[in-house]
């Protein structure tokens, strides 16, 4: 079981940035897969960002590709989501997730495909 810890949240203005962290620990950092989702008030929970165990692979939605970038440092256990020209959109709790199985869009973009999750990290954007 993966323990993941999100931080890094906040409340910033539209047009403005944040950089999310999360610290996974309980396995091997550099053998998972890492997930970024978020979850807005009275939405379901929706993929946001994904990078495969060597980094190699990233891969974003849609309404964040070009504004929003997952990488991860595996010395420290660690995977970030930067945030710029953020929208009141964007506003939601974002969690992230891992795992070690094959790394399909099909399977991973899918939230129910996670069996537990963190505590999330709260983002507001202010227009």
């Known amino acids: 079981q993966v323990q993941l810890v999100e931080s890094g949240g906040g409340l910033v203005q539209a047009g403005g940035s944040l950089r999310l962290s999360c610290v996974a620990s309980?396995?091997?950092?550099?053998?998972?897969?890492m997930y970024w989702f978020r979850q807005a008030p009275g939405k379901e929970r929706e993929f946001v960002a994904a990078i495969s165990w060597s980094a190699t692979i990233t891969d974003y939605s849609d309404s964040v590709k070009g504004r929003f970038t997952i990488s991860r440092d595996n010395a420290k256990n660690t995977v970030y989501l930067q945030m710029n020209s953020l929208k009141s959109e964007d506003t939601a709790v974002y969690y992230c997730?891992?795992?070690?199985?094959?790394?399909?869009?099909?399977?991973?973009?899918?939230?129910?495909?996670?069996?537990?999750w963190g505590q999330g990290t709260q983002v507001t954007v202010s227009s």
């Open positions: 309980g396995r091997t950092f550099s053998s998972l897969h």
């Open positions: 997730n891992a795992d070690s199985r094959p790394f399909y869009r099909s399977r991973y973009s899918n939230p129910t495909y996670f069996e537990s």
